[in-house]
T-cell receptor, first 114, second 111 residues
Framework: DSGVTQTPKHLITATGQRVTLRCSPR?????VYWYQQSLDQGLQFLIQ???????AKGNILERFSAQQFPDLHSELNLSSLELGDSALYFC?????????????FGPGTRLTVT | TQLLEQSPQFLSIQEGENLTVYCNSS?????LQWYRQEPGEGPVLLVT?????EVKKLKRLTFQFGDARKDSSLHITAAQPGDTGLYLC???????????FGKGTRLHILP
């Protein structure tokens, strides 16, 4: 158990819908990362927050948005969903913002868009 | 463009054999990490390397960061079935830059 929690574990929804994925970081960790993992693209970095502020942005679509709240939990919002958005979404946390610090990954949310 | 190329993509070997997997790039990275991921779970960090030429050992696993900080290797001695999994390398060009993951090497150790 990494100490990072993600909800829900599984999510099935239809094209065009909007969903919210939730992540609670390990106690004491200030940085949260979001990743998308699919079979063909591998693990893709989406976005990073550090203590409530956006720190780095990766391959995140405009239909996707995220935020980190004062209690440090984070939410990833996916809208106008397409079939290609079906993937595993991971959240990770680390004590600080730089890659040299260990990232602890949550168990992931498996999103299926039908 | 995949900036971190991992090879081989798949590797299946017998228990007790040695193996090396690679993570290569044409770019320089300030730090590089190796993770192992098992089915249905998130990746788990194995090691972080930050200095060119650095070698780190974790039991039967030896990690090396290239002198030019463009590549890395993971060597496993006397592989065991418990080593089975997806091995991912990840790097960042600077401490504030986005993180890039390779597509991974899927390793299967046959008992």
């Amino acid at each position: 158990d990494s100490g990072v929690t993600q909800t829900p574990k599984h999510l099935i929804t239809a094209t065009g819908q909007r969903v919210t994925l939730r992540c609670s970081p390990r106690s004491g960790d200030l940085s949260v990362y979001w990743y998308q993992q699919s079979l063909d693209q591998g693990l893709q970095f989406l976005i990073q927050y550090y203590n409530g502020e956006e720190r780095a942005k990766g391959n995140i679509l405009e239909r996707f948005s995220a935020q980190q709240f004062p209690d440090l939990h984070s939410e990833l919002n996916l809208s106008s969903l397409e079939l290609g958005d079906s993937a595993l979404y991971f959240c990770a946390s680390s004590v600080a913002g730089a890659l040299i610090y260990e990232q602890y990954f949550g168990p992931g949310t498996r999103l299926t868009v039908t | 463009t995949q900036l971190l190329e991992q090879s081989p993509q798949f590797l299946s070997i017998q228990e007790g054999e040695n193996l090396t997997v690679y993570c290569n790039s044409s770019s320089v990275f300030s730090s590089l990490q190796w993770y192992r991921q098992e089915p249905g779970e998130g990746p788990v960090l194995l090691v972080t390397v930050v200095t060119g030429g650095e070698v780190k050992k974790l039991k039967r696993l030896t990690f090396q960061f290239g002198d030019a900080r463009k590549d890395s290797s993971l060597h496993i001695t006397a592989a065991q079935p418990g080593d089975t999994g997806l091995y991912l390398c990840a790097g960042a060009k600077s401490k504030d830059d986005k993180i890039i993951f390779g597509k991974g090497t899927r390793l299967h150790i046959l008992p």
